[in-house]
């Protein structure tokens, strides 16, 4: 399934999955160290950072912890900003 077929709930699901795991690696943590400091279930972190659910604030706030983040935010600001690039760029071809 490509951007275009995607929902905007789909696409930011994706991106905050893939921001997860991009955060995770970064920090060399594995799925299973994720799970631990952050109290959640391997198999949820899984499914979020593949996309396949949806994420609460509860949750986000957790994985935030168990990434040593200062604020869950920083998970969901990285995964609109993709968003919006690749929208206001689909309506400037638009346009033009």
């Known amino acids: 399934?490509?951007?275009?077929?995607?929902?905007l709930e789909?696409?930011?699901r994706k991106n905050i999955g893939k921001h997860i795991?991009?955060?995770r690696k970064l920090k060399g943590m594995s799925v299973d160290d994720l799970a631990y400091y952050s109290e959640i279930n391997r198999?949820?972190?899984?499914?979020?950072?593949?996309?396949?659910?949806?994420i609460s604030l509860f949750y986000?706030?957790?994985?935030s912890i168990g990434l040593n983040l200062p604020s869950p935010?920083?998970?969901?600001?990285?995964a609109e900003k993709v968003i919006y690039t690749e929208l206001k760029e689909e309506l400037?071809?638009?346009?033009?």
């Open 21 to 23: 795991r991009g955060i």
């Open 92 to 96: 400037w071809k638009e346009k033009y």
């Open 10 to 12: 789909e696409q930011l």
């Open 43 to 54: 198999s949820y972190i899984g499914d979020l950072e593949r996309g396949e659910a949806n």
């Open 60 to 63: 986000l706030y957790k994985i």
């Open 73 to 78: 935010l920083e998970l969901t600001f990285e």
């Open 1 to 7: 399934m490509t951007n275009e077929e995607m929902t």
